[in-house]
């Protein structure tokens, strides 16, 4: 049916997000992403000379507005595909009002293309459409059953911003209380270890091939900090 409750409780609702492979994999991403973003401008104001002032500001206001920013932008893409999903529905309920009998023809044909014979398509057309005609259509025009929760878009959001910030988190700590003469190497071990971590999670979440994973991760983190230091080198 489409949903029309409230969302559940926020602990429910992370719970159910940690178990869900696929958001583990994006929650990895998003802290690979905060991982290499905040160790790369940290690289590269350290190639600049920066002082240890410096770089605990700017590891700092990165962690922040790179995690409001990360948050922010997944929540405003949910937002605006519930938004869509909500239209979808409403016209799927007014055509289902006007022309039910060309509904159930057209889930019909649907099931005709799917390989069915017409008989047993039709009688599978009628039963959906029975048990709930709206959902039916929904599905196999569109994808989807529900549309997303009203709370779907804000805990994705403050997911992300989560994730981020943690692995943002990483090289902000070691900036704090590390001494700033080997606080650079010791951010550079600690964010290969940390990305290869996540890159783990991620491939185990997927089920992808974990050595390619962690390979590809480690090649845009180390790519990424080498040309941040080099660039602020030039700059300086």
């Known amino acids: 049916m489409v949903a029309t409750d409230a969302p559940p409780g926020v602990l429910g609702t992370l719970r159910v997000k940690l178990r869900d492979a696929a958001s583990a994999r994006e ?13 790369g401008l940290l690289q590269g104001f350290a190639g ?14 990165a962690t922040i507005a790179g995690g409001l920013s990360a948050g922010g932008a997944n929540w405003a893409e949910v937002a605006a595909e519930r938004d869509a999903q909500l239209l979808i529905v409403e016209r799927e309920r007014r055509e289902l009002a006007e022309d039910p009998a060309g509904e159930v023809a057209e889930l019909t044909r649907y099931w005709e293309g799917k390989g069915l014979s017409p008989d047993l398509a039709a009688r599978v057309a009628e039963e959906l459409n029975a048990r709930n005609a709206l959902a039916a259509q929904l599905e196999f025009e569109h994808g989807f059953t ?20 943690v692995g943002a988190s990483i090289p902000l700590l ?3 209380f590390a001494p700033v003469d080997v606080s650079m190497w010791a951010i550079l071990g600690a964010v290969l270890v940390s990305l290869v971590v996540t890159a783990l999670v991620s491939a185990r979440a997927g089920r992808l091939n974990a050595r ?10 180390a790519f990424t900090m080498i040309v941040s230091f080099i660039a602020g080198e030039l700059i300086l």
């Open 48 to 61: 600049a000379g920066a002082s240890t002032r410096v770089l605990l500001f700017t590891a700092t206001a």
């Open 174 to 176: 070691i900036t704090w």
């Open 212 to 221: 390619q994973m962690v390979l590809r991760t480690l090649i845009v983190g």
């Open 146 to 165: 529900e549309p997303l929760a009203p709370g779907a878009a804000l805990w994705t959001g403050v997911g992300t911003a989560a994730a981020y910030m």
């Open 27 to 39: 929650w990895a991403i998003e802290a690979n992403d905060g991982i290499i973003a905040t160790a």
